[in-house]
């Protein structure tokens, strides 16, 4: 099993950046998938979950209509475009692929960081 981030960086308040998820070794399309975060000295936080079908999408306060979900399920990945971005968005961002069948299955990405600074 393997979850792959990219797409973080460096980005001045205001801007943009696409974080890219690319799974494999599991059946991507059956799990719920997600974005984390966690900035120095707090907790690991959900910022933005997806169905496995893609139809329904739920966000954190803190970064709705900001912040968009979404999936490729042809393409095994899961997407998160951040407009708008705040200097108080610098994390690292993980992707979580989740599924209860039987018992929980939780899988995680190594996570990449993602820095809003001028």
């Known amino acids: 099993v393997q979850l792959v981030e990219s797409g973080g960086g460096l980005v001045q308040p205001g801007g943009s950046l696409r974080l890219s998820c690319a799974a494999s070794?599991?059946?991507?399309?059956?799990?719920?998938m997600s974005w984390y975060r966690q900035a120095p000295g707090k907790e690991r936080e959900s910022v933005a979950i997806?169905?496995?079908?893609?139809?329904?999408?739920n966000y954190a306060d803190s970064v709705k209509d900001r912040f968009t979900i979404s999936r490729d399920n042809a393409k095994n990945s899961v997407y998160l475009q951040m407009n708008s971005l705040k200097p108080e968005d610098t994390a690292v961002y993980y992707c979580?692929?989740?599924?209860?069948?039987?018992?929980?299955?939780?899988?995680w990405g190594q996570g990449t960081q993602v820095t809003v600074s001028s």
């Open positions: 979580n692929a989740f599924l209860y069948m039987d018992y929980p299955r939780r899988y």
């Open positions: 070794g599991f059946t991507f399309s059956r799990y719920r």
């Open positions: 997806i169905d496995n079908t893609g139809g329904s999408t």
